[in-house]
Nanobody
Framework: QVQLVESGGGSVQAGDSLMLSCAAS????????LSWFRQAPGKDREFVGC???????SYADSVKGRFTISRDSAKNTVYLQMNSLEPEDTAVYLC?????????????????WGKGTLVTVSS
């Protein structure tokens, strides 16, 4: 069992930056890939990026170069640094976990989800 709690959402202007955090708790968090997804109103949940325990990261094309994921294994926390935010980035951002060997960039592959944190970007 893994529990995930996101924090750091808020309302910002276009061009601003924001950092989200996801604190994971439970046994053997190191066995899980920690991912960020987002869901805008009326849209499907989409993959944003992820971090393997060894530090390797992967990103969706829509955020590559603007968003950075980092992982503090000692704190079992993954961060999402978002720069140059655009109104199109407005969404609920959710943290998710899946066992490393089962990882796919799909919501259906995730074993655990946080409740999400809202990010609103105004123009």
């Amino acid at each position: 069992q893994v529990q995930l709690v996101e924090s750091g959402g808020g309302s910002v202007q276009a061009g601003d930056s924001l950092m989200l955090s996801c604190a994971a708790s439970g046994r053997t968090v190191s066995r899980y890939v920690l991912s960020w997804f987002r869901q805008a109103p009326g849209k499907d949940r989409e993959f944003v990026g992820c971090s393997w325990n060894g530090g390797t990261t992967s990103y969706a094309d829509s955020v590559k170069g603007r968003f950075t994921i980092s992982r503090d294994s000692a704190k079992n926390t993954v961060y999402l640094q978002m720069n140059s935010l655009e109104p199109e980035d407005t969404a609920v951002y959710l943290c998710a976990a899946t066992l490393t060997q089962n990882f796919r960039m799909s919501p259906g592959a995730m074993n655990y989800w946080g409740k999400g944190t809202l990010v609103t970007v105004s123009s």
